[in-house]
């Protein structure tokens, strides 16, 4: 499982099966794509990993909207 930062920070207008890295996929039946993916640095001591996702959702013209994540 990656641990690292990506070589981009994020995407917006995410189509359906885009990947972020190699274990984040996003699947969604919207006709315009108002999202974004975000990789955010993760700084407080309290915090688990070391990066986060981010996720905006703008409008949503779908029905459904899932984040698939490969776990090892």
């Known amino acids: 499982m990656r641990r690292g930062a990506l070589p981009f920070k994020g995407q917006s207008a995410v189509d359906s099966k885009t990947m ?3 274990e984040v996929t996003v699947f969604h039946d919207c006709q315009i794509s108002e999202l974004t993916l975000r990789q955010l640095r993760n700084y ?3 915090d688990l990993a070391p990066f ?5 959702v703008f409008r949503f013209d779908g029905s459904f909207l899932s984040l698939v994540l490969n776990m090892p």
Do not use: P
Request: glycine letters at 18%.
């Open 20 to 22: 972020l890295g190699d």
């Open 44 to 46: 407080r001591e309290a």
């Open 52 to 56: 986060g996702l981010r996720m905006d």
